[in-house]
């Protein structure tokens, strides 16, 4: 299958500061890419979605000026949260998909990125 | 609009007993369906998953699952627990067309020796 890179995989960062999450897919174009987030001993939420070279979609209850997303190549989409809080520490999950593409009937997900912020 | 639920979120067996994790689904069109394993901060490993045609799905590490549209459902099964199996298990479905994909609540499997 394709394969989705996520780095880092493992981030701690001060209260206040920003962190950047960078999602590549290696050996196709991924013109859709998903970010998820997953909170302690619950299920995958999906934050947005991400088209390359256009905005991203949030859902509904996500804080579109706290998780930038950034998708300006086929290959590479970033979740920057800003200004992070002890609250927004979780495991965040990216994955990446090829519209278009017939023998893509999944998305590929990345090794996800434990977030811990103190 | 899709939705998955997974009844039980913690599964215990012993080691060489069937393995069912279950999993419902609602979907306003035909469901791509997926299983995925979660180890320990880990991300996301592809069990099996179900677009069209054989309702009977075989997966990695001898798991499968079946496909049943009167039910709406999608269990996952193994004849045999191994120690290895321990993890968390998510069903999910998937839109068509951008692969966005609704995440069940996940079960967690111990397996007992």
């Known amino acids: 299958g394709a394969v989705v890179s996520q780095h880092p995989s493992r981030v701690i960062c001060k209260s206040g500061t920003s962190v950047k999450i960078e999602c590549r897919s290696l050996d196709f174009q991924a013109t859709t890419m998903f970010w998820y987030r997953q909170f302690p001993k619950k299920s995958l939420m999906l934050m947005a979605t991400?088209?390359?070279?256009?905005?991203?979609?949030?859902e509904q209850g996500v804080e579109k000026d706290k998780f930038l997303i950034n998708h300006a190549s086929l290959t590479l989409s970033t979740l920057t949260v800003t200004s992070a809080h002890p609250e927004d520490s979780s495991f965040y999950i990216c994955?990446?998909?090829?519209?278009?593409?017939?023998?893509?009937?999944?998305?590929?997900f990345g090794q996800g990125t434990r977030l811990t912020v103190v | 609009a899709q939705s998955v639920t997974q009844l039980g979120s913690h599964v215990s067996v012993s080691e060489g007993a069937l393995v069912l994790l279950r999993c419902n689904y609602s979907?306003?069109?035909?469901?791509?369906l997926f299983w995925y394993v979660q180890y320990p901060n880990q991300g996301l490993q592809l069990l099996l998953k179900y677009t069209t045609g054989a309702t009977l799905v075989k997966g990695i590490n001898g798991f499968e699952a079946e496909f049943k549209k009167s039910e709406t459902s999608f269990h996952l099964t193994k004849p045999s627990a191994h120690m290895s199996d321990a993890a968390e298990y998510f069903c999910?479905?998937?839109?068509?067309?951008?692969?966005?994909?609704?995440f069940g609540s996940g079960t967690k499997l111990n397996v007992k020796p």
């Open positions: 991400s088209n390359e070279g256009s905005k991203a979609t949030y």
């Open positions: 979907s306003s069109v035909p469901p791509y």
């Open positions: 999910a479905v998937s839109d068509h067309d951008f692969n966005k994909f609704y």
């Open positions: 994955s990446a998909s090829s519209q278009g593409a017939i023998s893509f009937t999944e998305a590929f």
